[in-house]
């Protein structure tokens, strides 16, 4: 692969893997402590619609896309010494954030939505309870694991 195209790879999955990273702990610090102070019904509605919203073009490509760009990066720069190891250690990073957002996190916005609309939900504390707890828990793994991707391919840039 030529070097201009291993850098804008390696820059491209730099790049998208600090977007994740930082939606994640922007959750984690923010929005599921201001949610945590609220009622039950604000807490799951709020979550419902985020969760509806969040499937988009934007976020697909950039949380796909950084594990894929990381993927490449790995194969280009395969013999290049501390290099490939950061991107080796930066793609089992995000194949952790990977697998805990789709057998923990995304399971639980499944099982938020299948509560129904907030207005028809009988027991919003217990539809709460079976939520936020374990989710804000995998929610933090995740963004320890994106930040690790983050910080490992800042590492591939600098030895770059």
Request: charged share 10%.
């Amino acid at each position: 692969m030529p070097e201009p195209i291993r850098i804008a790879v390696l820059t491209g999955a730099t790049l998208t893997t600090g977007l994740v990273a930082g939606l994640f702990f922007a959750y984690a610090c923010s929005v599921m402590p201001g949610l945590a102070a609220t009622d039950d019904r604000t807490l799951v509605g709020t979550m419902q619609s985020i969760n509806r919203k969040i499937i988009n073009g934007w976020f697909l490509s950039v949380f796909l896309g950084g594990p894929l760009l990381v993927a490449v990066a790995v194969i280009g720069y395969a013999g290049a010494g501390a290099v490939f190891w950061w991107l080796l250690a930066g793609l089992l990073c995000h194949l952790v954030t990977l697998g805990v957002t789709g057998r923990c996190n995304v399971p639980l916005n499944n099982q938020l939505d299948a509560a129904g609309p907030v207005d028809q939900i009988t027991d919003l504390a217990a539809v709460r309870r079976g939520f936020e707890d374990t989710w804000v828990r995998w929610n933090l793994v995740r963004t320890l694991s994106s930040v690790a991707a983050f910080g490992c391919l800042i590492g591939a840039l600098l030895t770059h």
